[in-house]
């Protein structure tokens, strides 16, 4: 045929403009641009160009019929005076996508059959064998659309979304469509970095679309090559000499490209599974010598190789709408800039969101942003340069200026002590890169309080006073104590975060603020954790246990690691970035567990390697089949929790509790218990079971080693 065809060319919303230079490109003239679609004029041959290359259209559709109309009978009429044999032959099969309604015709359903009834009545009343229906892969599929009063009919001559390239037979978790993925590397100029020489990175690969778009892009491999199935192949139109030309020059392109060297793309994915189904989808796409994939955690994100020239880093992060709650997932997108930052300057880098308002909190400016669609969802694909002068660097709170503030006695001698313990702290501090620790713990038994520094910000907590102590003495040594810290530590009175007790009828307890919701992201080892120095009793981190969560960071390497009563999981994240294969936390409370995961989060360790788990701990253990290498084991003193079966007493239930843990201990593994239960005792008869090893001096950093009584307790226990 060497007549011109009107096409239309349809598309995810927001790609109008790309495909309009794509089908330009190809060989078609553009006429018109819609949303969601692109009408151009295009030889037969160009015509199968757009089908075979392009990238970003959904559908290559021929239009054969437009009218006016919106009945049940219009529709018939209109659909019944198109010449249905001069595009396909008698017996052909047949299927008709409608979509759009009126007054009358109220659904898909009905407006296709009674298309599929003009159709086949055509045939019926030439005395033709008429068409056979079928539900997938027909001979002929037919597109009518009715809104507004005007139907348009048109064959779809791709037959199935070109999006469908056929190397994917299995998607990860909210998987992302192949013209889509095609729209974002073209938007980040991918092909003008890898004709650079620069390679591509995905952190977040999941099945690998991104990655096997890139390198067939990069490589000039016609992305419909793959397919089975083409809607035209029964179309009366079609030139299969013509087809098969195309088909072989195209295949002669790739067989060149696949013995050339290309940038190297990578992919990483924290979840084993997928990244076995990614792997999968590159073999099928002919494309393991170019891409390589490999199961990493995002806190271990950095460029594969040295030397290696800048690049692309591009990713699809979730973002609520996929694997969990947007409180958590703005850790990880902290950690993504906070990767970026530090290994990746001169890079380029895409962010793919359904959630902009995550992305700003990168912490890297944006130097370009698009609005797209993945599916329904409004999307942004956030483009950065990493440079140095795009990081955004948190401003450090002003210092305040020292003021003539004349203390009182008591407040000066609880200032001298104070200053004391942080000048003997000092050389200890900067050996071990402590960031948080205490710095006064009731010293002095008139002062009865602890004083806590979280990477500069002050935590004071008021103990219970004796009851030889009156109320009237007691709030006034407490207002030294906060005027010492105030003077000490530089910062307003205001600023201190103050957990007091006050004596009420029948309890004693700390009165709790108003929920502030106001968290602190410190720094301890390797790790990044978050700190509440309002809302709660505890603050998220117990500083007394900070020597057992370093030696598990250093021993955690390989091993399956289990916390149990793991509160926010800050050994859990030590164990993940010492490089343990996967990790299992349990505790009874949504709120900690929640904290546990914008923790994990906020560090780039996913919950495919390390999973949370809410349930009665005792009843957790007795269940468990499960082996681990590395078990940490810190139970609360005492616990009468409504989801609790019974109390949890740690002096009368740890023997049962240690021995659940060591059955689930492997041969050679080490399970770490630790209590701050006052005045504990350990059972006698676990020694006589197990090789039980007393680490209740090695446990005690310099912080908390000159207190009177043990803040904790804490054994190594060894299967013998």
Request: charge should be neutral; aromatic fraction near 8%.
């Amino acid at each position: 045929m060497s007549q011109i065809l009107s096409l239309i060319l349809t598309c995810p919303k927001g790609l109008e403009g790309l495909l309009g230079t794509e089908a330009e490109q190809l060989g078609a003239c553009k006429t018109a641009e819609t949303v969601g679609a692109v009408r151009v004029d295009a030889s037969l041959e160009v015509m199968y160009r757009l089908c075979l290359w392009s990238r970003l259209a959904n559908r290559v559709l021929l239009p054969v019929a437009e009218f006016s109309g919106d009945s049940s009978e219009q529709l018939y009429d209109g659909l019944r005076a198109v010449d249905w044999p001069e595009f396909m032959g008698p017996g052909a099969s047949l299927l008709v996508d409608f979509a759009g309604r009126s007054r009358e015709i109220r659904n898909s359903h009905f407006g296709a059959l009674r298309c599929k009834d003009a159709i086949v009545d055509s045939f019926v009343e030439l005395g033709l064998e008429r068409p056979n229906i079928a539900k997938t892969q027909p001979d002929l599929r037919v597109h009518v659309r009715l809104r507004k009063g005007r139907v348009v009919v048109a064959l779809d001559l791709s037959g199935e979304s070109l999006h469908r390239r056929g190397y994917r037979q299995s998607g990860a978790l909210a998987p992302l469509k192949e013209n889509l993925a095609a729209a974002l590397l073209l938007r980040a100029d991918w092909p003008g970095i890898a004709s650079r020489g620069g390679g591509l990175l995905d952190p977040m690969c999941g099945s690998g679309t991104l990655l096997i778009e890139a390198a067939m892009m990069a490589m000039d491999i016609a992305p419909g090559l793959q397919r089975s199935y083409w809607g035209f192949s029964a179309w009366r139109g079609h030139s299969e000499p013509l087809w098969r030309q195309l088909c072989e020059q195209a295949k002669e392109k790739q067989r060149l490209a696949e013995g050339r060297e290309w940038p190297q793309i990578w992919g990483y994915d924290g979840n084993g599974k997928i990244v076995s189904q990614a792997q999968d989808n590159i073999r099928r796409a002919g494309l393991a010598r170019v891409l390589k994939v490999a199961r990493r955690e995002l806190a271990e994100l950095e460029p594969p190789s040295e030397g290696t020239l800048p690049g692309l880093l591009i990713c699809n992060p979730p973002y609520g709408e996929r694997l969990g709650e947007e409180a958590e997932l703005l850790h990880l997108y902290r950690a993504l800039g906070q990767s970026l930052a530090e290994h990746f300057m001169g890079w380029d880098a895409a962010v793919f969101t359904g959630n902009p308002d995550l992305g700003k909190r990168m912490g890297i400016r944006s130097c370009r942003q698009y609005q797209l669609f993945n599916g329904t969802i409004p999307s942004k694909l956030l483009l950065f340069k990493v440079r140095e002068q795009d990081v955004i660097h948190e401003r450090a709170a002003p210092a305040m200026e020292a003021a003539a503030v004349t203390l009182s006695g008591g407040a000066e001698m609880f200032a001298n002590r104070l200053r004391k313990n942080l000048k003997r702290m000092e050389k200890w501090r900067r050996r071990e890169g402590i960031h948080c620790f205490r710095v006064y713990d009731a010293d002095m038994p008139e002062y009865a309080v602890a004083v806590d520094c979280y990477e500069g910000a002050v935590h004071v907590s008021e103990y219970a006073a004796p009851a030889s102590v009156n109320d009237d003495d007691a709030r006034r040594r407490l207002a030294e104590v906060m005027q010492a810290c105030s003077v000490v530590f530089g910062v307003s009175p205001s600023a201190i975060a103050l957990k007091e007790r006050r004596r009420q009828r029948g309890k004693t307890q700390y009165e709790r603020q108003a929920p502030t919701g106001k968290t602190l992201e410190v720094r301890e080892g390797q790790a990044t954790l978050l700190v509440n120095l309002y809302d709660y009793l505890d603050t998220g981190l117990f500083l007394d246990h900070r020597p057992v969560r370093m030696d598990i960071a250093a021993r955690a390497r390989g091993k399956r690691f289990l916390n149990v009563f793991c509160y926010t999981a800050a050994a859990t994240v030590q164990a993940g970035l010492g490089g343990a294969r996967h990790s299992t936390s349990v505790d009874m409370s949504h709120t900690y567990l929640k904290w546990a995961r914008q923790n994990l989060s906020l560090n780039g360790l996913s919950e495919a390697r390390h999973r949370t788990e809410q349930g009665d701990a005792r009843r957790w253990l007795a269940d468990c089949e499960e082996q681990f290498d590395l078990i940490l084991l810190d139970p609360p003193t005492f616990s009468n929790s409504k989801r609790m079966d019974d109390v949890l007493d740690t002096q009368r239930d740890h023997s049962t509790l240690i021995e659940q843990a060591m059955r689930c201990l492997s041969d050679d593994g080490l399970l770490i218990f630790s209590t701050n239960k006052r005045g504990f005792i350990l059972d006698e008869a676990l020694s006589q079971r197990f090789a039980v090893e007393d680490r209740c001096g090695w446990s005690l950093d310099e912080d908390f080693k000159r207190r009177s009584k043990p803040i904790h307790y804490c054994w190594y226990i060894r299967h013998r």
